[in-house]
């Protein structure tokens, strides 16, 4: 039997109307996963961990992580994502490159996400897995169009929070919470935009 997809994931819940359930399951993993973070956002919510400043500590290209961002050029951006959703893919000196799965409607995080699936290191889909990704293997875009609205630059100095890291087993709850931070505009004209890029 084949493996359910992140998709089939979606549809399931869509089709047995437990997507509040659903969003309930993810409101408390999420608070499990910031207790694990040695206390430091225990209680706390997206809200909360977005607004305090707090130390900087690295990522790992290929993990998924969440955080809070100000970005420099907030004031000439159309709209952007305060918390973001993230596979770091390529590091700078000031910053790196991500894939922010915010700038997709569920339904295409999931499709995104399967497609990613097969650049995966291995299929234990634990602490372990992370994504061989570059922006070069992207940059066609072509089986991948999905990614091309996703990709940002990060600068380290806007990072106004801790990286809280996401492991693979736990991507798929990750791709459907509900707690992107969109300014300037709303999620639904963010995915919008989104779909005529692809």
Same mark, same amino acid.
């Given at each position: 039997?084949?493996?359910? $997809?992140?998709?089939? $994931?979606?549809? %399931?819940? *869509?089709?047995?109307?437990?997507?509040?359930?659903?969003?309930?399951?993810?409101? =408390?993993?999420?608070?499990?996963?910031?207790?694990?973070?040695?206390?430091?956002?225990? #209680?706390?919510?997206?809200? &909360? +961990?977005?607004?305090?400043?707090? &130390? /900087?500590?690295?990522?790992?290209? #290929? %993990?998924?992580? /969440? /955080?809070?961002?100000?970005?420099?050029?907030?004031?000439?951006?159309?709209?952007?994502?305060?918390?973001?959703?993230?596979?770091?893919?390529? @590091?700078?000196?000031?910053?790196?490159?991500? *894939? =922010?799965?915010?700038?997709?409607?569920?339904?295409?995080?999931?499709?995104?996400?399967?497609?990613?699936?097969?650049?995966?290191? =291995?299929? @234990?889909?634990?602490? $372990?897995?992370?994504?061989?990704? $570059?922006?070069?293997?992207?940059? #066609?875009?072509? @089986?991948? %169009?999905?990614?091309?609205?996703? +990709?940002?630059?990060?600068?380290? &100095?806007?990072?106004?929070?801790?990286?809280?890291?996401? =492991?693979?087993?736990?991507?798929?709850?990750?791709? /459907?919470?509900?707690?992107?931070?969109?300014?300037?505009?709303?999620?639904?004209?963010?995915?919008?935009?989104? #779909?005529?890029?692809?």
């Amino acid at each position: 039997m084949a493996k359910e $997809t992140y998709l089939d $994931t979606l549809k %399931k819940a *869509i089709q047995t109307s437990d997507v509040a359930g659903k969003a309930r399951a993810a409101g =408390n993993w999420f608070r499990q996963v910031v207790n694990r973070t040695k206390g430091k956002f225990s #209680g706390e919510t997206p809200d &909360t +961990i977005m607004s305090r400043s707090t &130390t /900087f500590s690295s990522n790992v290209l #290929g %993990k998924m992580y /969440f /955080f809070s961002y100000d970005p420099k050029w907030k004031d000439k951006l159309p709209w952007y994502d305060r918390f973001p959703l993230i596979f770091p893919i390529e @590091k700078y000196n000031d910053g790196f490159l991500g *894939i =922010n799965f915010h700038y997709l409607h569920p339904r295409d995080r999931a499709i995104l996400m399967d497609e990613l699936k097969g650049y995966a290191n =291995n299929n @234990k889909y634990d602490e $372990t897995t992370k994504l061989l990704l $570059t922006y070069n293997m992207l940059r #066609g875009f072509g @089986k991948l %169009k999905r990614a091309r609205p996703t +990709i940002h630059r990060y600068l380290d &100095t806007k990072v106004q929070s801790q990286f809280v890291r996401i =492991n693979a087993d736990e991507w798929e709850v990750a791709l /459907f919470l509900p707690v992107e931070r969109f300014k300037k505009a709303n999620k639904k004209q963010v995915w919008a935009h989104s #779909g005529e890029m692809f």
